[in-house]
């Protein structure tokens, strides 16, 4: 393995290595390996060019050879062997990308190495340093209890001013989506939903370090749906005087959804050493503050890929909260990921992916141990145990990463997902607004109307002037949202009374055409019938 010209090198015999450039080696100083009974604690922190130390392990080979202890390394997070456990490694298993933590304010990490007294075999790190991330906080509220009841059209006010970040570093950008297709910025904003449905609004809070929230607070917003104004009474013509009843059966409208399916995106993996490439999916489906509890619950990772080299990759899981599994971990050599185009000369050509999935029910080995020629597609156990995963919250951004330790060879994701148990999911999401049903939320408004005091939804309306004039009824559901009707019945003016024979004639047809006849003595003194549907006097011709 080859470091760069100018890369000093450090040996795990150094006890104290102050650097932010250079190769870290077992005692034989690479290409030779170390000895037998050997024990040395290395303690690597940064010269103040960065903040904090990352190892990144190109070589790891150690022996396994002998009785317990085998040969190991372990790396604490700190700067001597009481910080915390990063963790122990052996044999093969590289421990890929080690970085001290956000919280680890020296920035150093500890090395310990000891071999048995049978077998050898080498290792070595990259050194370097980076600016540790810790997520801000996303605080979020709307001013209501969750969920919050919105009329359509009606404008919330999102609050996001308390989110905070890590010490020494300030929240610089918010970024609110709606889950409507829109999104917007700042700290507090406004938005309106023209449409009824339920809405899980999010914020993501970006600090000054350029680190991101993962945790999700899940505002849940319900629009009002528009009832149907079924068996109210429809406009009609009245004569005046009359009265006319007016009444409606309106009937609220149920909103129901089921869970959004989701898929990760695509993603090259380009030949850049130690450089992370991640790629995320957003569960907003479950109910606020849930997590996995039970590990079977994931019941798999899934990846659509192709690489030319599988020996290269370590591929991990992070969930919301940031803990990690790893599911490959270099091993396998020249073992091909799919169908790849194994061809420097086209480093951007895009091969043929094959899907593969983790699953902690698997039993027919990892990645590593089913390697040579082409990895069969299937399912197989992940190098760690999903059980890494427990107190995860279900909603939140999930996040497949693939790093490329070595030089040569590339490779793409087509797409990834993770499946739940479907047993995680809330129960569907319905609800059905309550309309109102007394005088304060339901009534009939217009000229002459008399409310039924003892029922809201119908009245009766006298037609006194002449003309056509509205009728609205309005309800107010449970959410404070008013809709109404309207109807228009129709008061004509009485006609003048005719003696000409064309009267004559046509009163003769207004008499087969009318219902409700009623024979009186027009105040004239001549004799008429009068037409209550036609709201008209019609002379009879007398002998």
Known sequence: MMFGANAQEYLITEPNVITCQGAFLDSGANPSQ???????????????????????????NLSTAGVAPIDQITIYDGADITAPLIGTWTGTNSPGIVSASFGNFSGCLTVVFTSNNTGTGDFAANISCFQPCEPPTAVAT????????????????????????????????????FADGTTESGPVVQHAFTDPAEYVVQVEVIDDNGCSSTNLVDLQVLVST???????????????????????????????????????????????????????????????????????????????????????????????????????????????????????????AQGTCWNYCWSPTATNGTWAGNSGGTLPAGT??????????????????????????????????????????????????TYTPVLGNAP?????????????????????????????????????????????????????????????????????????????LRVTTHTSGSPAIYSEPMCKWVPVRTR
């Open 34 to 60: 170390y000895g037998n009974n050997e024990s040395f604690t290395s303690i690597i922190c940064p010269d103040g060019s960065g903040p904090a130390i990352s190892l990144q392990w190109v070589i790891f």
């Open 142 to 177: 709307f001013g209501s209890t969750i969920p919050f009841l919105a009329c359509q059209g009606e404008v919330i006010t999102f609050d996001a001013s308390n989110s905070f970040a890590a010490a020494g570093f300030d929240v610089a950008s918010y970024n609110w989506d």
């Open 226 to 348: 528009t009832p149907i104004f079924s068996g109210t009474t429809p406009s009609t013509t009245i004569c005046q005087g009359q009265s006319v009843s007016l009444g409606s059966g309106p009937q609220a409208v149920t909103w129901s959804a089921l869970p959004e399916s989701n898929l990760g995106g695509g993603l090259f993996l380009p030949d850049l050493q130690g450089v992370p490439f991640n790629t995320s999916i957003l569960f907003t489906q479950f109910s606020p503050g849930q997590t996995l509890i039970n590990p079977a619950d994931l019941q798999s990772i899934c990846v659509a890929m192709e690489h030319s080299y599988m020996g290269d990759l370590v591929i991990q899981l992070t969930c919301p909260n940031g803990q990690t599994m790893t599911m490959h971990q270099q091993g396998g050599a020249g073992t091909y990921i799919g169908i790849p185009v194994d061809n420097e000369s086209t480093p951007n």
């Open 380 to 429: 197989y156990e992940s190098v760690q145990p999903f059980s890494n995963l427990i107190g995860c919250p279900l909603n939140g951004t999930w996040t497949f990463t693939v790093t490329d330790l070595f030089a040569i060879d590339n490779g793409f994701i087509c797409d990834w997902s993770l499946s739940f148990n479907t047993a995680l999911f809330p129960s569907l999401t």
């Open 440 to 516: 304060d939320s339901a009534g009939w408004t217009g000229q002459n109307v008399t409310p039924n005091p003892n029922n809201p939804y119908q009245a009766t309306m006298v037609g006194v002037t002449p003309g056509a004039f509205d009728y609205t009824f309005s309800i107010t559901d449970n959410f404070g949202c008013t809709y109404d009707t309207t109807q228009r019945p129709t008061a004509p003016s009485p006609r003048p009374v005719s003696t000409s024979v064309a009267s004559l004639w046509f009163a003769a047809a207004d008499l087969l055409r009318s219902v409700r």
